[in-house]
């Protein structure tokens, strides 16, 4: 099958079922995940799909439900764990300040910080759960209300403790990645909370695997520009990368 072929029929496909996984259309039509997804970034710049955190919905449509904390650790697991491995090597020197958004990525990278002596701030309570037992790492716990979807603190009084922090580096996780539409999530609350922190960082790193690169979520919470360095995986679309890369963005690939 031609790759004309092979995208059409996923554009038909995905109208009919109205969501499919990336995991799904890679046995589907016997090609690689990373083909995929090229596959589904041609579709999406046509106009004929709309990707989503592991595969597509079609065009105009906005997922209603948003993954819940568990199902989104159980997904692309071996890729989240080369990315905290990555951002290790982007903290900064011992004795800083660091601030840690929720997600199944950025709690990989809490469990690796047990030999580095630090001061961090979070509003994840997975996050926090995984530092307490960190004898080196002073752990603070942002207040605020906790979403069940995320388990962590959202809202005007996150947001107000967040603008009166300071921190050398920030690392954030994101739904969608784009050049088109920045950095992005699917809920408002969320989206505000991290807007916050990227105002408070010096530096700005975000951890998302291939998947949420190129994805867009519905609502933009930092432009391309406020961000340093984006840490994904080695199943990034090449195209992608470098028009991430063109834009200014640090990319770097684990």
Known sequence: ??????????????????????????????????????????????????RVHGGAVPAGRLPSIEAGLLERDQANTTQKDRIARAALRLLPPAGATVLLDAGTTTSRLATLLRDHRLTVHTHALPVASRLASHPRVDVHLLPGRVRATTQAAVGATTVAALGRLRVDVAFLGANGVSTGHGLSTPDGDEAA????????????????????????????????SEVDVLVTDDGVDELERRELEDAGLEVVVA
């Open 1 to 50: 099958m031609y790759a004309e072929e092979r995208q059409q029929a996923m554009a038909e496909l995905v109208a009919e079922r109205g969501r499919v996984s990336v995991v799904d259309l890679a046995e589907r039509y016997d090609v690689t995940t990373e083909t995929v997804r090229r596959d589904l970034s041609a579709l999406e710049r046509l106009g004929l799909v709309r």
């Open 193 to 224: 909370t991290k807007q916050a922190m990227v105002r408070s960082a010096r530096q700005v790193v975000v951890l998302a695997d291939a998947s949420k690169v190129g994805a867009e979520s519905p609502v933009r919470f930092a432009d391309l």
